[in-house]
């Protein structure tokens, strides 16, 4: 079965950086059509942070353009999150998606990012 499996979590002062990871596990990245990130915060909403097609088009809401990237190695079946100038309001729980060319979608088990002020 298809599982992705984050990485990369933790603590990191205000400015930092951290980079995530999301590795495709018992399958091929390329059953995914767009690849995604997605965050969710206490007492909030799930929202996407960034998504990359599969020829690597990305794309990413106002919030966190420009400091945050997203990249795929198809070789390792891996999608990174690089995120610089990290903020307090980005803490939470970053999840990795995909999203299936046949339909549906996968989630990961998350990892906490934590940026203190």
């Known amino acids: 079965q298809v599982q992705l499996v984050e990485s990369g979590g933790g603590l990191v002062q205000a400015g930092g950086s951290l980079r995530l990871s999301c590795v495709v596990s018992?399958?091929?990245?390329?059953?995914?059509?767009?690849m995604g990130w997605y965050r969710q915060a206490p007492g909030k909403q799930r929202e996407l942070v960034a998504a990359?097609?599969?020829?690597?088009?990305?794309n990413y809401p106002d919030s966190v353009k420009g400091r945050f990237t997203i990249s795929r190695d198809n070789d390792k079946n891996t999608v990174y999150l690089q995120m610089n100038s990290l903020k307090p309001e980005d803490t939470a729980v970053y999840y990795c998606?995909?999203?299936?060319?046949?339909?549906?979608?996968?989630w990961g088990q998350g990892t906490q990012v934590t940026v203190s002020s």
């Open positions: 990359v097609t599969s020829s690597g088009s990305a």
């Open positions: 998606s995909g999203n299936y060319y046949t339909g549906g979608k996968i």
């Open positions: 018992s399958g091929s990245i390329f059953r995914f059509s767009i």
